[in-house]
């Protein structure tokens, strides 16, 4: 299953329930795997192939190899209105201008700053990508990691939305899955006092997601299924 | 801050010319080029030389409407002009009344005719409405805070929302003699006219009218926009071709913290 990422993806959406599958293209970092564009594409038509849901084409982080690999991905999948991502600051030119070539939506990243997201967002702007296909994404910091940061950061933004700052009134992403599991207490099996580990990861991922979603976040890159379960179940009793 | 451009005005040379010869293209042409540049409403005024006022609002706002879906704000002391405009608009974006006293000698219920009007044109049609009764312009703080004060309970009095409430509290040419201490009274003004109800009237002023006469208008409009700014005026009749005006309010909304700073803030309008 790990080694076909469409049944994998296929999995995620009619066992777990994913609105989006998020495709990190992590391998491809020349300090990881280092793989090469035509892996890359092979796994976006793969997935695009066994899915029917909306896909995230999300970079590895090293702006030189993204700038090499993402527009391939994104004409593997032209047309698709897929979520791509993602542009900072000093690096949003190629993938903007190819986004919108190829009719996707973009993300639009920032280091846990106000100043600079809303910066992307009117760079990105000014080529010409419409404010509404923007989806914007500030680093996010797990709990006992940073969330107080991330809740800030995201209610800030929000708020500057509700009062009228068009720059600031996209939709937010958060990467909620691998952060939680980045922490130790997600992790480790063998703590004594801290509880089961096979509850308490989950529960770390899912107290991150539901903590963040109050702050005004739209879209959670998730892992667990337990933890989507909780979440889900969450977000149906409140919305 | 919610901008209004005021190019489409028969005061304007070209734009009466373009009246009187019913030459739609320089309407259109100033429609889009103010909307680019910042403007969220268009003011419409016909100006005092077309003979047919009401037949004039209503060809400007046609024309206007073939190319162009920002709102519009009708811009007439005269009820039935107004309503020339409003038969033939398209007020789902909405639309601004702009503007009515709030009563006058040969009128007692001018303001309440513009209210009923906004109400049918819909849930999102807004008036204007000036410090100045039958007694005319008041040149105090007190007497344009006392209009203020009437025309906000005349509003809830008859069920009509104060966020669709914007009061206009006449800033006058700083040239005329006598008049240089109008814009601290405006000032003074904004800062009480806003308490009066919760949630705040909008404060609008036309800018341009305050610099008329003088040799430095571009740089007396855009500081006087910014001093207001800093006292809670959040929306204005301006020249939005003006860029150094536009890069003012974008500083003072940044520097008020009402814009996020980013290194790029001056392209927010």
Not at chain 1, 158 to 170: E, I, Y
Not at chain 2, 53 to 76: F, H, N, R, Y
Not at chain 2, 126 to 142: A, E, R
Request: net charge negative; hydrophobic share 45%.
């Amino acid at each position: 299953m790990l080694d076909s990422p469409g049944d994998w993806a296929k999995k995620c959406v009619e066992q777990f329930g994913a609105d989006l599958i998020c495709l990190k293209f992590d391998g491809i970092h020349p300090d990881k795997v280092d793989k090469d564009a035509a892996h890359a594409v092979k796994v976006t038509q793969e997935v695009l192939k066994a899915v029917g849901v909306p896909l995230i084409l999300w970079g590895c982080g090293n702006d030189e190899k993204d700038n090499q690999v993402m527009p391939r991905v994104s004409g593997a999948a032209k047309g698709e209105k897929c979520l791509i991502g993602t542009v900072t600051e000093n690096n949003y030119k190629s993938l903007t201008a190819i986004a919108l070539a190829d009719g996707h939506y973009l993300i639009t990243e920032a280091p846990i700053d106000i100043n600079i997201a809303k910066q992307v967002n009117i760079l990105a702007s000014d080529m010409g990508f419409p404010l509404e296909r923007i989806v914007t994404f500030q680093s996010t910091g797990a709990l006992g990691y940073g969330i107080e940061y991330a809740y800030s950061i995201q209610e800030r933004q929000r708020l500057a939305a509700l009062t009228g700052d068009k720059m600031m009134a996209m939709p937010a992403i958060c990467d909620v899955g691998s952060e939680s599991w980045r922490a130790k207490e997600a992790r480790l099996a063998n703590a004594p006092g801290w509880g089961d580990a096979s509850d308490r990861g989950p529960m770390w991922e899912a107290t991150t997601a539901v903590c963040l979603l109050q702050a005004g976040v739209d879209i959670i890159r998730m892992r667990h299924p337990r933890a989507v379960t909780a979440v889900k179940n969450f977000i149906n009793q409140v919305w | 801050m919610i901008l209004i451009g005021e190019r489409i005005n028969g005061m304007f040379t070209n734009v009466k010319q373009a009246i009187a010869t019913k030459d739609k293209k320089l309407i259109q042409d100033l429609a889009a080029k103010q909307t680019k540049a910042g403007a969220a409403y268009l003011d419409v005024n016909v100006g005092t030389a077309a003979a047919d006022q009401e037949g004039a609002m209503k060809w400007l706002v046609e024309s206007i409407q073939e190319t162009c879906s920002t709102p519009l704000s009708l811009d007439s002391q005269k009820p039935a002009v107004i309503a020339a405009g409003l038969k033939v608009i398209n007020a789902g974006n909405g639309v601004i009344l702009n503007s009515t006293p709030l009563n006058k000698k040969s009128d007692e219920e001018i303001m309440d005719k513009y209210m009923e009007m906004a109400s049918q044109a819909g849930p999102k049609a807004s008036i204007i409405v000036l410090t100045m009764d039958k007694n005319g312009v008041p040149q105090d703080v007190d007497t344009r805070v006392a209009i203020a004060a009437e025309i906000v309970s005349k509003a809830m009095e008859k069920g009509f929302d104060t966020r669709r409430l914007f009061i206009d509290p006449i800033i006058l040419p700083v040239k005329v003699p006598g008049a240089q201490v109008q814009p601290g009274n405006i000032l003074a003004a904004i800062d009480q006219i806003r308490l009066l109800a919760e949630p705040a009237p909008h404060m609008a002023i036309g800018l341009s009218n305050l610099s008329q006469g003088t040799t430095e208008r571009s740089l007396i409009n855009r500081v006087f926009l910014a001093m207001a700014i800093s006292r809670g005026l959040d929306s204005a009749i301006v020249d939005v071709f003006d860029r150094d005006l536009m890069n003012a309010v974008a500083t003072a909304e940044m520097l008020m913290n009402k814009q996020i700073y980013s290194d790029s803030f001056l392209k927010v309008y």
